[in-house]
């Protein structure tokens, strides 16, 4: 490898790790050494699906060096570390790195609790690094246009919007029972609101932070999980003045899976289908006054161009798209809701960190 080469400590190589391994070998070939930390040990390597690639093996497939120890691993001086451990590890573990001087890459949630959160914001504004949070629907092509749409006013002041997202929680790692996963275990940052967090991301995204927020649901279904499958959370913003709600219906139930935004205006209303990849806008007389379609987009190219605006930041310095404080408020948002789930109570915000 060349003295130019990029070097990358994954911890963890779950799924969205094996991808961002996959995704790093694509655009950059041989010119990125990777090494990596992980706790399970498992060397399978898991397809564009999460399948396991039979009589493959993980560290020979993508030329990984493994170490044993993470003071080690994190010794070497990596120029970025991505967190992919469970979220219960993400705050902790980029702790460590930050205090390394090390760049960091942080799948999403920032977290399960606030517990050191400002901490790890402070260190990386004194260290002066680069921290990105794994929101990459932030780069999805549906969303985008939603904002341009929102920004240019299409459909006059908004008055109301409704997201959904429900997707069945077995089916998400085919090569693991759903039961040993993150996503099913409270204490390890499962449940639906903080696992399905994208879609409180992409609202603070469009529309800042709540006023206040109420939530109902918890563990209605069957599946063998101990924290909330279900969520319909209810949450009042200030948008130009005006008091509008804002609901958002997560499930880990729905088969098949769907994900929606509807955004309501006096002049019209823009219905988005992120599965569909369509954006259709309606005029003050209900009728289509434009219908986008990206049909052909893959999902993969999300986190390509995640990745891509990553590597440019740590080229340049430059503060990411989506940084650490971001990823505080839209977990601050997911707090509330849990809180309030909890508590049967409307918890009131407090005011953008």
């Not at 995704?23 to 040990?41: D, H, M, P």
């Not at 396991?52 to 120029?79: T, V």
């Not at 823009?270 to 986008?292: H, M």
């Not at 390509?304 to 989506?322: A, I, M, S, Y």
């Amino acid at each position: 490898m060349g003295k130019n080469t990029l070097k990358i400590l994954m911890i963890g190589l779950g799924s969205i790790g094996q991808r961002h391994v996959r995704n790093l070998r694509q655009l950059l070939g041989e010119n990125v050494e990777i090494t990596a930390y992980r706790s399970r040990k498992r060397p399978y390597v898991l397809t564009e699906q999460a399948v396991i690639e039979q009589g493959s093996n993980l560290e020979e497939k993508y030329n990984i060096q493994l170490h044993e120890n993470i003071d080690e691993a994190m010794g070497q001086k990596p120029d970025a570390v991505f967190i992919c451990n469970p979220p219960d590890l993400h705050v902790s573990t980029a702790l460590k790195a930050a205090q390394n001087g090390l760049n960091l890459f942080i799948e999403k949630p920032l977290s399960h609790t606030y517990e050191h959160v400002d901490e790890l914001i402070k260190l990386i504004e004194q260290r002066n690094l680069v921290a990105l949070v794994g929101y990459q629907m932030r780069f999805h092509p549906c969303l985008r246009k939603l904002e341009s749409l929102i920004k240019a006013k299409a459909i006059g002041t908004i008055l109301s919007v409704r997201a959904e997202l429900g997707e069945y929680l077995p089916g998400f790692h085919p090569y693991e029972d759903y039961r040993h996963m993150h996503e099913s275990h409270q204490a390890r940052g499962g449940g639906v609101v903080i696992s399905q967090i994208h879609e409180l991301d992409y609202l603070y995204w469009l529309f800042g932070l709540p006023k206040r927020v109420f939530a109902v649901g918890g563990h209605l279904s069957n599946l063998e999980i101990d924290a909330e499958d279900t969520a319909s959370i209810l949450m009042e913003y200030r948008i130009e003045g005006k008091t509008v709600p804002v609901h958002l219906q997560q499930d880990f139930t729905q088969r098949p899976a769907s994900r929606t935004c509807q955004v309501i205006g006096n002049e019209g209303k823009i219905l988005v289908d992120l599965r569909a990849l369509t954006v259709n806008v309606f005029n003050s007389q209900g009728e289509f006054s434009e219908i986008n379609c990206f049909e052909g987009f893959q999902r993969n190219q999300l986190f390509l161009d995640e990745l891509n605006h990553f590597l440019e930041c740590l080229q340049r310095k430059q503060t990411p798209h989506v940084t650490v404080h971001d990823g505080a408020q839209s977990l601050q948002m997911a707090l509330a809701a849990k809180k309030s789930l909890a508590s049967g109570q409307v918890v009131e915000m407090e005011h953008e960190l």
